[in-house]
């Protein structure tokens, strides 16, 4: 539910998010998704999973770039 809730807020923010490929992302690293977020929750400081998923934007932002390259 909260991934709902991140793509939402980030789609309203800037039109590109619905553009990139980011829950694809988050699918294919899953597990380093939940362990982020785990610490995170464990030390009670969302550092972490904001880095992670800042990667996870880096990612998506590239291939996408590297999608809509191959097209032209």
Request: hydrophobic content about 40%; aromatic content about 14%; glycine content about 4%.
């Amino acid at each position: 539910m909260g991934g709902l809730w991140q793509t939402l807020i980030l789609r309203q923010w800037r039109q590109t998010f619905s553009y990139l490929p980011i829950e694809e992302i988050i699918r294919s690293k899953q597990s380093d998704y939940y362990a982020s977020l785990s610490e995170s929750d464990r030390c009670t400081e969302s550092t972490l999973f904001i880095e992670f998923m800042l990667i996870v934007i880096l990612e998506a932002l590239k291939k996408y770039y590297l999608t809509e390259k191959g097209r032209r």
